[in-house]
């Protein structure tokens, strides 16, 4: 008998078990139907006691009011009907209340949580979207925000009125959103994002933000951090794949959407751009990272100018703009309608494919399907009328052309100490390698397994001849390690970002002991190295805005890069063609390369004598050993500029 009736109690929990899984109208039906049992036992019960329950149907009424309204408990009489009465009424603070408010309640929160994970499709037309919740994510989003001319240009060729921008993260959570709100740049803004959970390898995913409709697309990359097999790059070139199944899908002669994807290994860039058929900008980040390292230890100081030039935030940024107008106009005379903004060539488009023309020859003639690349404060300040092409002013009617001042500085023996190791590394190397003329000797301390590094890096010095690689197991921030490592005989020393750290805090933090430390070291030696370091957090860079070093925030400059191509396809091939070696290149120069002599020069004046040499003035910097250095780019045309020994010239040169 015993275990009979274990038998029927766990036969009748695991059913209940399964019915109540089914949702929450079977809880609803289940609790109607105890309430409906108990009810009709009660009526059964006082049927004897008679009226006003001398009738099966008036006594179940009866039980059901006394169950479903405690306050009927008084209008009762007889010791009998008052003891079922009241048990009744315990019976419905129990079953009736209790079962119902919870039941609803609990549907309730999961109605909320679901709505606040973003778990709904949304309905959206030329929106933008960002594909993943990463350390570029939220600086894309206020790159964007800040880009407000911008926007409405991109907006107003879409034939969209206001920035619909969507995020699909892998788990929305309330911390996101005040991740966002955190952001200075962001603020109160953080109520137009929208947020939508979901998996970027997941087709089904995909729609809930509606990709197929969007104008723009931005797939950052993930971080590396506890990923070997499935790589950050398998994930981004899945997720082409895809939306490029989707798109083909719904309709094959469909508009794909606008995509701009990240990839951190160069020898994938093929891959995804084969993945995805629809118009596809791929940015190297690997490949970006690595060129913009090997400028700064060529050119001390121009992060500088790039880090302006790449965001929003700061004064001047580079600016796509088509005027058919200037068809058949020279580039001295289109420099005349442009008093605020400085000319730094044109792309041109050949079948969709963007070529870049950086400082270009003053009688470059420019055909009308041309887009101007200027650099300015703001969008209004290219602003041109067709009336102004009619009374242009060349930059010169007369310039003497004289021949363009070489580079010497990229020959020699250079030597360079790495603290650290990171997937930026073999490309650093690989970028490194294409100095055919300078020798690089490379001094390698980190904790990284000497296989490891040796996998990572060896193929790519078998290719080349004017790279030296030794390897030291240490550990930068223990000093004793890392004063047996010499820093002060480098020339140059490099302190990367660790991507062994899920946190970028703890990274940032290990690179800036480091640093610290390599400062102490440093103060006593003869000469001091050029020191460039990479963090991964904006907010860390004030920590170490007093000590002498050049600071590459690696997901800030990613981050803008990709806000930028997403508004201005033709902008990439600019940047790619800046960042590579050879070609047109933002460069520091002396006066005496230009046979200028100290004194005081209007900036138009110096635009005219730097054209004669055929490169373009951007502007001055002034290097500070003690305080913070001063870079002036794009100074109004009337300004006086006063030259000294020891200012640089920021110049657009073909090198």
Known sequence: MKKLTRYFTEWFNFFLERQFIKGTHIQLLFVIALIGIISVIGGLLVLPAGDPTSSIGDSVWWAFLRLSDPGYLGDDSGTWRRIVSTLLTVAGYVVFMGSMVAIITAWLNRKIRSLEQGLSPVTAYNHVVILGWT???????????QSTKRVKKFLKRHGARVLKLIILADNVTPNKLQELRDNPLIGKRAKEVILRSGDVLDREHLGRVDSMNASAIIIPSPSRANKELITPDVETIKTLLSLNAESNRLHKNRKQPYIVAEIQDENKVKAAYRAYRGPLEVISSDTIISRLITQNLHHDGISLVYNEILSHSLNNNLYAYELPEADGKTINELR??????????????QDGIFTPVLNPPLGLKVDKTDRLILLAKSIDDIEVQPEDLKHLKPLSAELKVKERPKVNNYTGITKLLVLGWNHHIPALVKELGTYENEEFHITFAALRPLQDRHSAIDHILSSVNNITCTHVLADYIRESELRAVEPNRFDHILLVSSDKMADEEEADARTIVGFTLLEELLETADKRPHVVMELTDPGNEILIQNFRSETIISPLIL?????????????FCVYNELFTVGGAEIIFRDLSEYNLQPGVLKFKDLEK??????????????????????????????????????????????V
């Not at 350390?135 to 925000?145: A, G, P, Q």
């Open 609 to 654: 004598h730097i054209a004669e040499y055929q490169d373009t003035v951007l502007g001055v910097y002034l290097p500070n050993a003690e305080l913070k250095s001063e870079l002036s780019l794009n100074i109004p045309r009337h300004q006086n500029v006063k030259l000294t020994e020891d200012i640089k010239l920021v110049v657009l040169s073909t």
């Open 559 to 571: 981050s803008n890069l990709l806000a930028t191509i997403a508004m201005r396809r033709e902008l």
């Open 336 to 349: 005349g309608i442009f008093p605020k903004a400085i000319l730094f060539g044109v792309v041109k488009e």
């Open 135 to 145: 350390n570029r994510t939220i600086h894309i989003v206020s790159e964007l925000m």
